[in-house]
T-cell receptor, first 113, second 115 residues
Framework: DTAVSQTPKYLVTQMGNDKSIKCEQN?????MYWYKQDSKKFLKIMFS???????INETVPNRFSPKSPDKAHLNLHINSLELGDSAVYFC????????????FGPGTRLLVL | AQKITQTQPGMFVQEKEAVTLDCTYD???????LFWYKQPSSGEMIFLIY??????QNATEGRYSLNFQKARKSANLVISASQLGDSAMYFC????????????FGAGTRLTVKP
């Protein structure tokens, strides 16, 4: 019954590596998002996708690239990981015609060593 | 630019009492939505309550109510009859309606409920 799922839940990796975080929603929503929550708990939107179209990109480095193979998935790929990328990354989704809320995934805790 | 401010990094409340978490926002847009989310220690984000800028009545959801004062640009969350399980981080957020995919979050308030 998981609405928005993310894998992995934890990710520990070395600087310079490339990694991906997967996100899937089974709610039939049209729009999906990626957020970054830093150590101070600030939550910032990184990307959103609507029908495979990138809607916004909040000055995120181009090392980060969202990939959406279909409407139910929005994966986050990160190249050349840096120490500052350590954070919790949240995926979320919402229906296009009901913008009252976004449903969040459980988060992926990324630690770059 | 839109901005959300939560000035209380931490709050304490006695079990069964009510508590108000402050949130102010700044926007020049007339049409927007305000949200509150709860993040327990397990890390997930849980939607609590929503208020539209044109809604005349304050939103309520069970023990949660949103004290919306449009002229003051505040959207405080009121939790009545606090429970130990309410201990968590609480985030206020705003989305302007012309850009449905741009959601701004405050820094959060850590609420601790004392037995």
């Amino acid at each position: 019954d998981t609405a928005v799922s993310q894998t992995p839940k934890y990710l520990v990796t070395q600087m310079g590596n490339d990694k991906s975080i997967k996100c899937e929603q089974n709610l039939g929503h049209d729009t999906m998002y990626w957020y970054k929550q830093d150590s101070k708990k600030f939550l910032k939107i990184m990307f959103s996708y609507n029908n495979k179209e990138l809607i916004i990109n909040e000055t995120v480095p181009n090392r980060f690239s969202p990939k959406s193979p279909d409407k139910a998935h929005l994966n986050l790929h990160i190249n050349s990981l840096e120490l500052g990328d350590s954070a919790v990354y949240f995926c979320a989704s919402s229906p296009w015609d009901n913008q009252e809320t976004q449903y969040f995934g459980p988060g992926t805790r990324l630690l770059v060593l | 630019a839109q901005k959300i401010t939560q000035t209380q990094p931490g709050m304490f409340v006695q079990e069964k009492e009510a508590v108000t978490l402050d949130c102010t926002y700044d926007t020049s847009d007339q049409s927007y939505g305000l949200f509150w989310y709860k993040q327990p220690s397990s890390g997930e984000m849980i939607f609590l309550i929503y208020q539209g800028s044109y809604d005349e009545q304050n939103a309520t959801e069970g023990r949660y109510s949103l004290n919306f004062q449009k002229a003051r640009k505040s959207a405080n969350l009121v939790i009545s009859a606090s429970q130990l399980g309410d201990s968590a981080m609480y985030f206020c957020a705003m989305r302007v309606m012309y850009n449905n995919n741009d959601m701004r979050f405050g820094a959060g308030t850590r609420l601790t409920v004392k037995p």
